[in-house]
């Protein structure tokens, strides 16, 4: 009998009878792998596990536990979705079901006007559940694009698709559905197909733990003009435990959505009259922003950055001249014609302090120029999309732009990979990821010399830090590449906050210039670092990050006091006093209900410390010290002693 010989990742190889498939090299190897596997890699191409395989072929079997297996799993889960809703909904109509970040999810159009709310989730769930049950094996087929027009001829979403294929028009997010000059489906029951370049998991009995979330409403194409359709969103995981630990950040991250408690900790509203994705903030949220925006002046000019304030809009020649208005339009507000000009509300900062660095000849004495700014920005975000403050059409950045020469890019992209992992530790996170997006392929301007050179500066920042990254080969703007940084909060989500980019473009565009030490006029290099994003933005990370239990530091009140009763509001006047002359923010609680309803309150205005007065405090001079997070309370606590630990905590920002 003849035999194929494959090699697998840790440089062994396995002999097979001619025709096996990697379902078989599972089996071989062992019971474990062949009930785990999902799919397989074969030379580069992930493929499923009825493919026959090769000689010679170098395969690597995929299980629930590799990002790959949780992404098959979630894209046959979409699928699995689909067939329950169409068992449910005869004559529905189905778009497209992509696996996202952490699940998956797909359109529908369903019969006569019909519209699901999250009540029928879970029919949808119980049905499912019955086709895992029924172990249908997810089948492979592939046709031309004549035959896949007339199998698909009763869906017409589907049928956009493959025309927009043959006529070569078909956008990326078809990329799931089918590639090329065939069509592809899959099949895993008598009256359920779809189209997909899959691959997929062997059978639906591999789909136990999916949980549907919620029902919206997505536009065909994202086009308001197209079909509102309904967009079914679930998770799906590889075991029980991991679906429980999802819905368990779920249910905290529920707990700490930024938008409710700005509310009820009276920080930030949105209200209606001012339109979407406009905030205003509040006193106690004011103080809060303030104290963030006070801290980033004083390292920004402790740093060796100076301070430069630009308006609010500007007339077109300067987005003309910067590119904006070739490359971002559609993210800016409509022009404005006043005096004759077209003015525009500026989505950006950086050519006002191009417009400060050419206000004057520079020498290279001059450089690195260091320019800061906490510069507010509008970018025209639709209504949809905005989310609070982590996605709003009007915020303010704090920005810096660096012009230096070529030679100083690696010094000046270390330092300031420092400064922006100090800052970001300063207010809490110590848990870091970096991606370097490096020169795109097709289409990026400056010389390859300063590309590998700026690259490679960004690389040697990341590693003299010791940071973890990833590369993102191509993954830079055309002028040029960047370091972006993740935080990951109290409960293990990523956020994206920190940005250093070089910039070749603009230093062109503008025609800047600098005398070099020999005399001659050389184009300087601009980097551009946004540290915290958006203050806004930063603000709603941390509120979610502390669950609204901000440190000592930043919190709007740092300590309430509460006298036992009235005959007691004699020395608490002289503790408020003696804080705010320390400069603590304190507030007091007078004796106006019972002891145990104030300390409630204050514990759920999130306050760090409540401080109870009685008789033996007032006679000993001490306090009674209710420390938030912390069941007994520290009593007889000297004043002195008191105001020494919160100086130091404040000091430290513990």
């Known amino acids: 009998m003849s035999a194929v010989t494959v090699s697998l990742p840790d440089g062994s190889s396995r002999e097979l009878p001619s025709g096996s498939t990697a379902a078989d090299l599972a089996a071989d190897i062992g019971p474990g792998l062949a009930k785990a596997a999902l799919i397989a890699v074969v030379d580069g191409t992930e493929v499923d596990l009825d493919v026959p395989l090769t000689d010679g072929a170098t395969v690597a079997l995929v299980t629930g536990s590799d990002d790959a297996g949780l992404h098959t799993i979630r894209h046959s889960a979409a699928h699995l979705m689909a067939q329950a809703i169409l068992d449910l909904h005869p004559g529905a109509r189905f778009a497209i ?10 359109d529908f159009d369903l019969p006569d006007g019909k519209t699901l709310s999250d009540d029928d989730l879970e029919a949808i769930e119980k049905r499912m559940k019955e086709l895992v049950k029924a172990d249908q094996p997810f089948e492979r087929h592939e046709i031309s694009i004549e035959e896949a027009l007339e199998l698909f001829k009763d869906e017409p979403y589907k049928l956009e698709i493959i025309e927009g294929v043959r006529s070569g028009g078909a956008s990326s997010e078809d990329a799931g559905e089918l590639s090329g000059d065939t069509v592809s489906y899959y099949r895993n029951s ?32 994202g086009d308001e003009k197209r079909p509102m359709l309904q967009r079914i969103y679930g998770t799906a995981w590889a075991n029980k435990k991991d679906l429980k630990a999802h819905l368990h950040r779920l249910e905290e991250a529920e707990k700490r959505d930024h ?57 077109s020649v300067l987005w003309e001249t910067s590119g904006h208005l070739d490359f971002y339009a559609d993210g800016m507000y409509p022009p404005m014609e006043m005096d004759g000009a077209t003015y525009y509300p500026k989505p950006m900062n950086c050519p006002f302090h191009v417009m400060v660095y050419k206000s004057d000849q520079r020498s290279y004495r001059d450089l690195p120029m260091r320019i800061f700014e906490l510069g507010t920005v509008y ?66 301007v400056g010389d390859d010399e300063i590309w590998e050179s700026a690259t490679a500066g960004l690389k040697a920042a990341l590693e003299k830090q010791g940071l973890d990254y990833v590369v993102d080969e191509g993954g830079g703007a055309f002028y040029g590449p960047k370091i972006d940084v993740d935080v990951r909060d109290a409960i293990g989500r990523a956020w994206q906050l920190s940005t250093i980019q070089l910039d070749f473009n603009l230093p062109d565009r503008f025609d800047l210039e600098y005398v070099a030490a020999d ?21 709603g990370v941390l509120i979610e990050h502390y669950a609204g239990n901000f440190p000592a530091w930043l919190a709007p009140t740092q300590i309430k006091i509460l006298p036992v009763a009235e005959v007691h509001d004699g020395y608490v006047d002289e503790l408020y006093a003696m804080f705010k ?55 007889d606590v000297p004043v002195d002693d008191f105001i020494a630990m919160l100086n130091e905590e404040i000091e430290t920002k513990a």
């Open 97 to 106: 079901g992509p696996p996202i970040e952490h699940g998956f999810y797909y």
């Open 190 to 221: 008598d009256t359920f197909l779809d189209m997909c370049t899959g691959p997929h998991v062997p059978s639906t009995s591999k789909l136990e733990h999916v949980k549907l979330m919620k029902v919206a409403g997505a536009y065909w194409r």
């Open 259 to 315: 938008r409710r408690l700005a509310r009820e900790m009276d920080l930030v509203s949105w209200p209606d009259e001012l339109g979407p994705g406009l905030a205003v903030w509040h006193p106690k949220g004011a103080v809060i922003r303030k104290l963030m925006e006070d801290y980033s002046r004083d390292r920004h000019e402790n740093g060796g950055y100076e301070f430069a304030y630009s308006p609010h809009l500007a007339k």
């Open 379 to 444: 970018r025209y975000e639709l209504s949809g999309a905005v989310h609070g403050l982590m996605r709003s059409r009007g915020f303010t950045q704090d920005d810096s732009h660096i012009f230096c020469t070529r030679e100083m890019i690696e010094d000046e992209l270390a330092s300031l990979l420092d400064f922006v992992l100090s800052v970001l530790r300063a207010f809490g996170f110590e848990d870091f990821q970096a991606k370097l997006s490096t020169r795109p392929e097709e289409k990026s």
């Open 581 to 635: 002359e320390q400069g603590f923010r304190v507030a007091v609680d007078p004796a106006n209900d019972g002891l145990g309803k104030r300390v409630r309150n204050a514990k759920i205005e999130k306050t760090p410390y409540v401080l109870v007065v009685g008789d033996d405090d007032v006679e000993n001079r001490t306090l009674g010290v209710n420390k938030r997070g912390v069941q007994d309370v520290d009593r």
């Open 519 to 539: 005399g001659e006029r050389k184009q300087p290099v601009m980097i551009h670092r946004a540290l915290m994003g958006s203050i806004e933005r930063f603000f």
